[in-house]
C-alpha cells in the first residue's frame, strides 16, 4: 500500500511540485532580506504620538511579522503607505512595491490560475504529505524498523539517493507541504479565521483626546508584541483607539487611556500563528531560508524516483513468454520489492529455456500450488525487506502457503537475496524455508543466499542446483544482462612471479571521468571501495570476469591484482595489457569484504593475487588502525606484489606486520602453517574483538578456516560464532 502511494502521488504531482518547491526557496530569501533587525523598540503609545506629529492623516499602522512597520495615511498629498523607524517614529520612505516578490508569490500560491490555480497547489501539497509519510514508512521498513530510520544504509545509485536526500531534508518538506496544505484551506474559507476580535465598546469619551503617549491602555504595549493600530480619525469625537497585539486585540479609549474592551488570542490562532512562520519564515528568516533549502531537495526526489520507477518497469518489462503453471516443467516465483530480483529470475528462465525446460514465471504472491500437478521443479527467489519482512511481491506467500493442504510433489529450491550489512540478513528467505519445511514440502538443496546481487552468488547456487535437478545448466549468472561498462586506459603495470611459474600482475587504471548526475547518482567507478569487484569483459567472450579491487574511488585510480591462469583468456589479456591499452569493465559491490568500520584490530589472510583486495584496505587505513597481515606466495623469486608498498605502510602506521608464508622456499609453508606459529598472537587479537578478513583461491580459505577452528576451540569460540558477529569474512575463487 505504502509503496503504490508514494509511486503515484510522486508520478502526479512531479512537476506541479518542483515548480512550487522552487518558488518556495526563491520566497525564503525574502523574510531574511526584509526583516527589521531593529533592537529597542518605541511602545505603542510613543509610536502612535511620533506618526501623529509626523504623517499626516495617519489612518492605520501595521507591524508586518518581520517586524517592518508601515503607516497608511490619506492626507493632502492623497493616500500613501510609508515606512517608519520603529525605534523613533521617523518616516525613513515610502513603501517599496516588492513586485519581484509578488510575482513569485503568485506563481507559488497559485500559478496564475487564480482559485483554480489555488486548488492544483493545495492538492500538490496534499500528495507532498502523503509521498514523505508513505516515504518514511517505506524506508523504516528497508532498514528495519523506525528506530533504525537514519541508520546507515549502503544503497547506491538513484535508490541510494533518493533515500539518503529524503532522509535529511525528509522532515523539513512536511513541515513546508502540511503548513502549505493548512495556509490554503484557509485562504479558500475552509477553516475559519481565528484572529481575535473585542467586542465593540458601548461608550467612549467625547472629550478633547489626550496625546497617545499619555494613554495608558497604549503605552503598556510593548513595541515588539504590537502588531497594528487604527487611529482615531482627527476632528472626529467618539472613536477609540483599535490595537492588536501577540496577546489579542482590544480597544483604547482616546481621552480616558482605558482599555473598554478585550479578548485573548484564542490557541487555535496561535497555532495559525505558527503555521504561518513556519510555512513563510516571516518572523524567523533563518528558520525560513533552512525550509527553503530543503525544499531544493524536491527536483533531486522527483529525478531519482523516476529513474528507479523507469528502471523497475524496464526489469519486469522483460519478460520471456511465459509458460501457464498447469504445463511448465519449472515453476519460477518471485519475491520483489523494487524489481531487482526478476533480472536473476528472468537469467535463470533464459539458461532453463537454452535446456529445454519450460518456466513459469510470476509474484510469489499468485502461489497456487494446485496448479504445479506437472512441474518438475519448484523455485522461489525471495527477497528480503527491512527487518526479516516480506518484499511487495510476496506479502501474501506465507498465508497461502500456511493454507495448503498438501504440499506439491516437486521439490522445492529457495534462493535468497538480501544485503549481508544487515542483522536480518535474508531472513525472509530463511523464514520461507522452514514453513515449507513444517508443511512437509521436500527440499531440492539447502536454501542459498545471493548477497547485494552478487552474480557469484547467483552462479554458485545455480550449479548445485543443475546437480541436484539433473538439469544440463550451464553457468546461470552468464544470462545475467549485461551490464554497461566503461573503458579504462592502463596506466601502470607491474609483473611479478614470472620466474616462479606464477605470473601476477599489479594493474593500475586511471579513473574514467565523471558527470555531476554520474557522481549524485554514484554510477559505475564513482563510490567503490577496496574489496568491491572489477568485472572485466574479456575480448572474444560476454562473459564478464570478476577481480577484487586493490583500490577505492577516493584514491583516484582503479587496481586489481590478476594471476595468469594457464590458459585463461581474461588473465591471459589482462597480463598482456601495456600502458595506453584499454579494457571494458564495470564494478560491483561486495560490501561484505570491506574493511569493517571502528577501531578493532583487523586480520588480513590472503595468498597470490588475493593480496589485492587486502593491500587495498590497508592503503585506506589512514586512522592506523592495528592491522596484521599474513600473505602466502610461491617464492620471493620474481618479487612479492606490493612490496615497497607494504614497507612504506609499515612506516606509516598502517601495517602493524606481516608475517610471509613461501611454499617454494628452503623452510616451505603455506600461509596455514603461518598462523599456526601464531596462536597466542591471534587469540590475543581475538579476545580484543579483532576482525578476520580472508581472500583467495577456495582451498586456501578452506585450509585457514581449519586453522582457525582450533585457534578458536579453546576460547570457547568457533568460526560460525564469529561469522554471526560479523568478525569472519570470506571471498574466494
Same mark, same amino acid.
Given at each position: 500500500m505504502f509503496r503504490a502511494l508514494h509511486r503515484w502521488a510522486g508520478l502526479a504531482a512531479a512537476l506541479l511540485l518542483i515548480i512550487v518547491s522552487l518558488t518556495g526557496v526563491i520566497l525564503s530569501f525574502f523574510?531574511?532580506?526584509?526583516?527589521?533587525?531593529?533592537?529597542?523598540?518605541?511602545?505603542?503609545?510613543?509610536?502612535?504620538?511620533?506618526?501623529?506629529?509626523?504623517?499626516?492623516?495617519?489612518?492605520q499602522i501595521r507591524v508586518d511579522d518581520?517586524?517592518?512597520?508601515?503607516?497608511?495615511?490619506?492626507?493632502?498629498?492623497?493616500?500613501?503607505?510609508?515606512?517608519?523607524?520603529?525605534?523613533?517614529g521617523d518616516v525613513l520612505g515610502p513603501v517599496q512595491s516588492g513586485g519581484l516578490e509578488l510575482w513569485f508569490e503568485n506563481l507559488h500560491r497559485n500559478l496564475f490560475l487564480s482559485d483554480t490555480g489555488q486548488m492544483a497547489v493545495l492538492i500538490a501539497s496534499v500528495a507532498m504529505v502523503a509521498l514523505m509519510l508513505s516515504g518514511f514508512a517505506l524506508a523504516a521498513r528497508r532498514l528495519g524498523g523506525w528506530r533504525k530510520l537514519f541508520a546507515r544504509d549502503r544503497g547506491e545509485g538513484a535508490g541510494g539517493l533518493h533515500l539518503k536526500i529524503a532522509r535529511i531534508a525528509g522532515l523539513g518538506l512536511i513541515v513546508s507541504a502540511f503548513t502549505g496544505v493548512w495556509m490554503g484551506l484557509a485562504t479558500l474559507g475552509l477553516i475559519p479565521d481565528p484572529s481575535p476580535m473585542a467586542p465593540f465598546p458601548s461608550e467612549i469619551s467625547t472629550q478633547t483626546t489626550s496625546p497617545a503617549d499619555e494613554l495608558a491602555g497604549l503605552t503598556a504595549i510593548p513595541g515588539d508584541t504590537l502588531r497594528s493600530v487604527n487611529l482615531p480619525s482627527q476632528g472626529m469625537s467618539g472613536q477609540a483607539y483599535e490595537v492588536e497585539t501577540d496577546a489579542g486585540a482590544?480597544?483604547?479609549?482616546?481621552?480616558?487611556?482605558?482599555?473598554?474592551?478585550?479578548?485573548?488570542?484564542?490557541?487555535?490562532?496561535?497555532?495559525?500563528?505558527?503555521?504561518?512562520?513556519?510555512?513563510?519564515?516571516?518572523?524567523?528568516?533563518?528558520?525560513?531560508?533552512?525550509?527553503?533549502?530543503?525544499?531544493?531537495?524536491?527536483?533531486?526526489?522527483?529525478?531519482?524516483?523516476?529513474l528507479i520507477w523507469l528502471g523497475g518497469r524496464s526489469r519486469q518489462g522483460k519478460r520471456l513468454p511465459n509458460t501457464p503453471a498447469e504445463a511448465a516443467d519449472v515453476i519460477l516465483l518471485v519475491g520483489s520489492e523494487g524489481g531487482t530480483t526478476w533480472r536473476f529470475a528472468h537469467a535463470f528462465a533464459r539458461s532453463l529455456?537454452?535446456?529445454?525446460?519450460?518456466?513459469?514465471?510470476?509474484e510469489m504472491n499468485d502461489f497456487t500450488p494446485a496448479q504445479y500437478k506437472r512441474a518438475q521443479s519448484i523455485v522461489l527467489f525471495a527477497a528480503t525487506y527491512g527487518d526479516g519482512d516480506a518484499p511487495e511481491s510476496a506479502r501474501e506467500f506465507l498465508e497461502a502457503l500456511a493454507d495448503m493442504e498438501t504440499p506439491p510433489a516437486a521439490p522445492l529450491s529457495v534462493l535468497?537475496?538480501? #544485503?549481508?550489512?544487515? =542483522?536480518?540478513?535474508? %531472513?525472509?528467505?530463511? !523464514?520461507?524455508?522452514? /514453513? &515449507?519445511?513444517?508443511?512437509?514440502?521436500?527440499?531440492?538443496?539447502?536454501?542459498?543466499?545471493? #548477497?547485494?546481487?552478487? =552474480?557469484?552468488?547467483? %552462479?554458485?547456487?545455480? !550449479?548445485?542446483?543443475? /546437480? &541436484?535437478?539433473?538439469?544440463?545448466?550451464?553457468?546461470?549468472?552468464?544470462?545475467?544482462?549485461?551490464?554497461?561498462?566503461?573503458?579504462?586506459?592502463?596506466?601502470s603495470k607491474k609483473l611479478y612471479g614470472e620466474t616462479a611459474q606464477a605470473p601476477t600482475a599489479v594493474l593500475r587504471f586511471a579513473l574514467p571521468k565523471q558527470t555531476l548526475l554520474g557522481r549524485l547518482m554514484k554510477r559505475d567507478f564513482t563510490a567503490f571501495e577496496a574489496g568491491d569487484l572489477l568485472n572485466v569483459i574479456p575480448e572474444g567472450d560476454d562473459s564478464p570476469r570478476s577481480y577484487s579491487l586493490a583500490s577505492g574511488s577516493k584514491d583516484g585510480f582503479v587496481e586489481i591484482c590478476v594471476r595468469k591462469a594457464p590458459g585463461g583468456l581474461a588473465s591471459g589479456q589482462l597480463c598482456a595489457l601495456n600502458p595506453g591499452d584499454t579494457i571494458a569493465a564495470y564494478t560491483t559491490p561486495n560490501a561484505q569484504f570491506h574493511a569493517p568500520e571502528g577501531d578493532a584490530p583487523l586480520v588480513l589472510i590472503g595468498a597470490g593475487a588475493g593480496i589485492g583486495a587486502l593491500a587495498g584496505m590497508i592503503r585506506g587505513n589512514t586512522r592506523k588502525r592495528e592491522t596484521h597481515l599474513f600473505f602466502g606466495m610461491r617464492s620471493?623469486?620474481?618479487?612479492?606484489?606490493?612490496?615497497?608498498?607494504?614497507?612504506?605502510?609499515?612506516?606509516?602506521?598502517?601495517?602493524?606486520?606481516l608475517v610471509l608464508a613461501l611454499s617454494r622456499s628452503e623452510t616451505p609453508r603455506y600461509v596455514q602453517h603461518a598462523l599456526q606459529d601464531e596462536v597466542a598472537k591471534l587469540r590475543d587479537l581475538i579476545r580484543r574483538g579483532a576482525h578476520v578478513m580472508i581472500c583467495g583461491g577456495r582451498d586456501m580459505g578452506d585450509g585457514v578456516r581449519a586453522v582457525f577452528e582450533d585457534i578458536l576451540a579453546p576460547l570457547g569460540l568457533s568460526v560460525r560464532h564469529l561469522e554471526e558477529e560479523g568478525r569472519y569474512a570470506v571471498d574466494v575463487f
Open positions: 523574510p531574511l532580506l526584509s526583516a527589521d533587525r531593529t533592537g529597542a523598540r518605541l511602545d505603542a503609545g510613543a509610536l502612535v504620538a511620533a506618526v501623529q506629529e509626523n504623517v499626516q492623516g495617519a489612518q518581520n517586524g517592518v512597520v508601515t503607516v497608511s495615511a490619506f492626507g493632502d498629498t492623497g493616500f500613501q503607505q510609508l515606512r517608519i523607524d520603529p525605534a523613533s482590544g480597544f483604547v479609549d482616546p481621552v480616558t487611556g482605558e482599555m473598554l474592551s478585550w479578548a485573548d488570542r484564542s490557541g487555535w490562532s496561535r497555532a495559525m500563528d505558527v503555521i504561518h512562520l513556519l510555512h513563510t519564515g516571516q518572523g524567523a528568516s533563518l528558520l525560513g531560508l533552512l525550509l527553503g533549502l530543503m525544499a531544493l531537495s524536491v527536483p533531486v526526489l522527483s529525478g531519482s524516483g523516476l529455456s537454452d535446456v529445454g525446460k519450460t518456466t513459469h514465471l510470476a535468497g537475496f538480501g #544485503d549481508s550489512t544487515f =542483522p536480518a540478513f535474508c %531472513a525472509y528467505a530463511d !523464514t520461507v524455508t522452514r /514453513a &515449507a519445511e513444517a508443511k512437509g514440502w521436500a527440499l531440492l538443496l539447502d536454501t542459498h543466499h545471493v #548477497d547485494r546481487q552478487a =552474480p557469484r552468488d547467483f %552462479a554458485k547456487w545455480g !550449479t548445485e542446483f543443475a /546437480a &541436484a535437478s539433473g538439469f544440463a545448466l550451464g553457468d546461470v549468472s552468464t544470462a545475467l544482462t549485461r551490464r554497461p561498462t566503461r573503458s579504462l586506459t592502463l596506466v620471493r623469486a620474481g618479487g612479492i606484489p606490493f612490496e615497497i608498498e607494504f614497507e612504506d605502510w609499515a612506516d606509516n602506521g598502517q601495517l602493524s606486520d
